[in-house]
């Protein structure tokens, strides 16, 4: 069954390597960044974990834990870390679960048939402190994921989880937002008092409130 935005993401326990994890017991209070790679040993995913491990301070700044799913064995998973670690310049510094069972690919719909049916597609869930789906995003085998976007992302679902605005396109941390629909104009200047730009009556602007 497909996961949606604001379902509550399926718990589970898992063997990785960094021990037994139940899934909502790890992520605590915090946010969730749970990725999954077709198969160990490939190309495309060993620069996809190296990046990860690299933008470590980056998630930890926005308190959010990276984890990484892929239907290969625990073995098999130490044995590419070196290969990561090697390749990419860095230390692989977060779990991968080990899911032979394809337990977890199928509880978050992992695996697409039309696309292979045996491994899982390159699947994105950020997940809220609530436990509940902020995000999905699906790439295809073929094409690596852009973890500054993913970052991006996280950055306006936090700013947007505790203010009433919206972020535009192409968005950057920093850079204005949008005023949220449900606020009348006459009332913007008393929850948003650094100013705001009447665009048109339904496109409000205002400068990043947590700045």
């Given at each position: 069954?497909?996961?949606?935005?604001?379902?509550?993401?399926?718990?589970?326990?898992?063997?990785?390597?960094?021990?037994?994890?139940?899934?909502?017991?790890?992520?605590?209070?915090?946010?969730?960044?749970?990725?999954?790679?077709?198969?160990?040993?490939?190309?495309?995913?060993?620069?996809?974990?190296?990046?990860?491990?690299?933008?470590?301070?980056?998630?930890?700044?926005?308190?959010?834990?990276?984890?990484?799913?892929?239907?290969?064995?625990?073995?098999?998973?130490?044995?590419?870390?070196?290969?990561?670690?090697?390749?990419?310049?860095?230390?692989?510094?977060?779990?991968?679960?080990?899911?032979?069972?394809?337990?977890?690919?199928?509880?978050?719909?992992?695996?697409?048939?039309n696309a292979n049916d045996t491994l899982t597609?390159?699947?994105?869930?950020?997940?809220?402190?609530?436990?509940?789906?902020?995000?999905?995003?699906?790439?295809?085998?073929?094409?690596?994921?852009?973890?500054?976007?993913?970052?991006?992302?996280?950055?306006?679902?936090?700013?947007?989880?505790?203010?009433?605005?919206?972020?535009?396109?192409?968005?950057?941390?920093?850079?204005?937002?949008?005023?949220?629909?449900?606020?009348?104009?006459?009332?913007?200047?008393?929850?948003?008092?650094?100013?705001?730009?009447?665009?048109?009556?339904?496109?409000?602007?205002?400068?990043?409130?947590?700045?």
């Amino acid at each position: 069954m497909a996961i949606r935005l604001g379902d509550i993401a399926p718990d589970f326990t898992a063997e990785t390597t960094e021990g037994t994890i139940n899934f909502h017991e790890w992520l605590g209070d915090g946010w969730g960044l749970l990725f999954s790679h077709p198969a160990d040993y490939t190309p495309v995913c060993t620069t996809e974990l190296g990046r990860t491990a690299q933008l470590k301070s980056e998630f930890e700044k926005r308190g959010v834990k990276a984890i990484a799913v892929s239907v290969d064995g625990l073995e098999s998973h130490k044995g590419w870390i070196n290969d990561i670690n090697e390749t990419q310049n860095t230390s692989v510094n977060f779990p991968i679960i080990a899911d032979e069972d394809k337990k977890v690919a199928n509880l978050y719909d992992m695996i697409h048939p039309n696309a292979n049916d045996t491994l899982t597609v390159r699947s994105v869930f950020v997940i809220g402190p609530d436990k509940k789906v902020k995000l999905t995003l699906t790439y295809p085998a073929s094409t690596g994921r852009n973890f500054l976007e993913i970052l991006r992302v996280i950055d306006s679902l936090q700013l947007t989880a505790n203010y009433s605005v919206a972020t535009p396109a192409d968005w950057k941390d920093g850079e204005d937002v949008v005023v949220s629909p449900a606020i009348a104009t006459e009332d913007i200047p008393a929850k948003f008092p650094k100013g705001h730009k009447v665009v048109k009556p339904y496109l409000r602007t205002t400068p990043q409130p947590n700045k």
